[in-house]
C-alpha cells in the first residue's frame, strides 16, 4: 500500500503554492545575519548607490533549495535559494575588490522582478531555483585599493623574476592571442585587451573574474598541450562574456596559483603526463 502511494504521488504532477518572503525579514534570520560583511553595504530594490568611483552592470546570481523529502520543496527551500544566490554575490564582491552591491532585485523569467521589497517563489519539487540581479559598486576607497595592488603585484612579479612554478612553464600569451583560432573565438565583435597597458575609458566594469581549463598533453606535446588549454580558457572565457551586454575584456593576464608571470605578455602553464592548465585572468568593460 506504501509503494502504491508512493509511486502515484511521483508519477502526479507536482503543484506547488506561489509564495511570498521580504527582503528585510530574511535578513534577520541566522543565515542572513552571518551573509552580513562590514567590507560589502548592500541595499535593495530602487535605491542605487550613490558617489561609486566604479559601477558594473547589473549581475545575476542564480543558485538552488534542494529538496530531499517525499512531498517535495516549500519555504525553506525558497530560502536556501536565495541565501546561497545571496552569500555568493557578497563573496565575489568582495574578492573583486567592490565595497557596494545595490539595487538587488528577483530575477524572475529572465527579467528584474517589479517588486521591490522581496520577490515571489513557486518551490519546484526537486529544485528551487532563486536568481538575484544587482549592480556591484566600489568606492573612491576601494578603486584606490584595487589600483594600488594591481601596481604592487606586477611590480614585485617583474622583480622577483620568479621561476615558473613545480612542474609549469613560461610561454608566450601573445603567441597565442595571435593565432587565428584565438582571433575566431574574438570576432567579430569582440575587443580583448592583454596585460596591464593602457585600458580604454569605459563605463562600466566588472572583475577580474579568474578561468582555468585543460589542454591535452597526451595527444599535442607540452607546449601545443598548453596552448589547447589556453584556447579552451579563452573560449570558456568568451562564452560567459556573450551573455551580458559588456563589449571589451581588459587585463587579461596569466594567473595560475593566483601569482602574475614576470613578464606580462607570458603565461604559466602546469603540465604533467596527460593534461596542461593554466588560468587566465581578466576584467569586463562597457567602453565609452
Not at 546570481?61 to 529538496?67: D, N, V
Not at 592571442?177 to 596585460?195: D, Q, R, S, Y
Not at 577580474?208 to 585543460?214: K, Q
Request: aromatic residues 10%; negative net charge; glycine residues 8%.
Amino acid at each position: 500500500m506504501v509503494a502504491l502511494f508512493c509511486a502515484l504521488f511521483l508519477n502526479s504532477s507536482w503543484a506547488a503554492n506561489l509564495l511570498h518572503l521580504n527582503f528585510g525579514q530574511l535578513m534577520q534570520e541566522s543565515d542572513g545575519v552571518e551573509l552580513l560583511n562590514p567590507e560589502v553595504k548592500i541595499s535593495w530594490g530602487d535605491e542605487r548607490a550613490t558617489g561609486m568611483a566604479e559601477t558594473s552592470l547589473a549581475t545575476t546570481y542564480r543558485r538552488s533549495g534542494l529538496s530531499v523529502g517525499l512531498f517535495g520543496g516549500g519555504v525553506k527551500h525558497c530560502k536556501e535559494g536565495f541565501f546561497r544566490a545571496l552569500g555568493a554575490m557578497i563573496s565575489d564582491a568582495q574578492k573583486m575588490g567592490y565595497d557596494r552591491i545595490s539595487n538587488i532585485h528577483a530575477v524572475t523569467s529572465g527579467s528584474i522582478a517589479e517588486e521591490t521589497g522581496g520577490f515571489a517563489c513557486t518551490p519546484g519539487y526537486r529544485t528551487t531555483e532563486v536568481a538575484l540581479s544587482g549592480v556591484f559598486g566600489m568606492s573612491e576607497r576601494a578603486l584606490a585599493n584595487r589600483v594600488q595592488s594591481e601596481r604592487q603585484a606586477t611590480e614585485l612579479a617583474r622583480s622577483e623574476k620568479r621561476p615558473p612554478a613545480k612542474n609549469a612553464i613560461y610561454l608566450s600569451l601573445t603567441d597565442v592571442l595571435n593565432t587565428p583560432e584565438a582571433k575566431a573565438l574574438f570576432a567579430p565583435n569582440i575587443k580583448v585587451h592583454a596585460g596591464f597597458g593602457d585600458v580604454p575609458p569605459y563605463n562600466e566594469r566588472f572583475g577580474f573574474v579568474s578561468y582555468s581549463e585543460e589542454g591535452n598533453v597526451k595527444k599535442l606535446g607540452a607546449e601545443a598541450g598548453c596552448k589547447d588549454a589556453v584556447l579552451n580558457t579563452l573560449e570558456e572565457m568568451i562564452n560567459e562574456f556573450k551573455e551580458t551586454n559588456y563589449r571589451s575584456i581588459i587585463t587579461l593576464h596569466s594567473y595560475w596559483n593566483d601569482k602574475l608571470p614576470p613578464v606580462d605578455a607570458d603565461y604559466e602553464c602546469s603540465v604533467d603526463g596527460k593534461t596542461a592548465t593554466v588560468a587566465l585572468r581578466a576584467s569586463f568593460i562597457t567602453a565609452k
